[in-house]
């Protein structure tokens, strides 16, 4: 049986995310100092028009828009940017503070790109912001979305 483990997000992935959310905020034409949810809005907005045009992103638009809306995320619900290690695999994600709940930003603006995808990026983070996630016990680490 494997177990989920949370590790702080080490300082090379932190330069990483800082350096990529440029990208983003250019590709979602949003001011840094937006709330959350307008934040959230335009991320999705992106989204949209990127799949409307049939336009393909670069990797760094794409981890751009996944590191701006995993900051929204934060804001708005106060979830933290951590290491995920789950057997030989890890991941930068977006944690509970009571480690119940986990997603993972830049891999869900990805799938939202892809062919036949609907966009529920904004749903998505409704649901986390407001709180009407699936129901978990502390450290499970369910993810959502």
Do not use: N, Y
């Amino acid at each position: 049986m494997r177990t989920r483990r949370v590790e702080p997000l080490p300082p090379t992935d932190f330069a990483r995310l800082a350096a990529a959310i440029a990208h983003g905020i250019v590709l979602a034409a949003v001011d840094e100092r937006a709330t959350a949810d307008e934040t959230a809005k335009a991320v999705d907005a992106a989204i949209r028009r990127a799949k409307d045009a049939g336009k393909a992103l670069t990797p760094d638009q794409i981890e751009g828009l996944g590191v701006l809306w995993g900051k929204a995320v934060s804001q708005a619900s106060g979830w933290t940017w951590a290491r995920v290690v789950d057997g030989e695999a890890s991941h930068v994600c977006l944690v509970a503070q009571d480690h119940a709940h986990a997603c993972l930003p830049l891999a869900l603006v990805a799938e939202q790109l892809a062919d036949g995808k609907e966009c529920t990026s904004l749903v998505i983070f409704e649901m986390i912001a407001g709180g009407a996630l699936p129901a978990a016990e502390l450290e499970e680490l369910a993810f959502v979305g």
